[in-house]
């Protein structure tokens, strides 16, 4: 049985991503400080929000806080130094949106992967590049 939800006509355009590192172990160092490379992807991420999202996003996280953002200013962290919503799928569901709903970047968990909704969001994230998802799978 497929559990998936595939639309039968889609609108907006979608791409889903695998995310090829352990999100722990490229996440944190065995101090549980976050690791130099996470902290360049984590810039990477702020910079294709910007170009995604403008100067504002909704971003939820599943049975726990949502909020709206503005991508160019400071993000709110939790106590380790992460995003409160993180861009890695950490155990929960996260969803960056913009207003339209049209644009966004979904994490899933136990799939391991970052849904790109919208034609521009995924030209985006195809000319970043990053280092932690899996292109042309």
């Known amino acids: 049985m497929n559990?998936?939800?595939i639309p039968k006509k889609a609108s907006t355009?979608?791409?889903?991503?695998?995310v090829k590192v352990n999100m722990l172990a490229y996440t944190f160092n065995e101090n549980e400080d976050l690791t130099p490379t996470?902290?360049?992807?984590?810039?990477?991420?702020?910079?294709?929000?910007?170009?995604?999202?403008?100067?504002?996003?909704?971003?939820?996280?599943?049975q726990h806080t949502c909020y709206e953002f503005d991508p160019n200013e400071a993000y709110l962290q939790n106590e380790?130094?992460?995003?409160?919503?993180?861009?890695?799928?950490?155990?929960d569901y996260?969803?960056?949106l913009d207003k339209s709903m049209q644009a966004?970047?979904?994490?899933?968990?136990?799939?391991?992967?970052?849904?790109?909704?919208?034609?521009?969001?995924?030209?985006?994230?195809e000319e970043k590049r990053f280092d932690f998802l899996e292109y042309g799978v």
Do not use: C, M, S
Request: glycine share 8%; net charge negative; hydrophobic share 45%.
């Open 3 to 5: 559990n998936e939800i």
């Open 13 to 18: 355009p979608y791409r889903e991503y695998h």
């Open 38 to 62: 996470y902290t360049a992807a984590e810039k990477q991420v702020r910079e294709a929000f910007k170009e995604i999202f403008g100067d504002f996003a909704y971003a939820l996280d599943w």
């Open 80 to 91: 380790f130094g992460e995003w409160l919503v993180p861009f890695f799928p950490d155990g």
């Open 94 to 96: 996260h969803f960056f």
């Open 104 to 125: 966004g970047w979904l994490g899933h968990p136990w799939r391991r992967t970052i849904t790109i909704i919208g034609a521009r969001a995924i030209k985006i994230v």
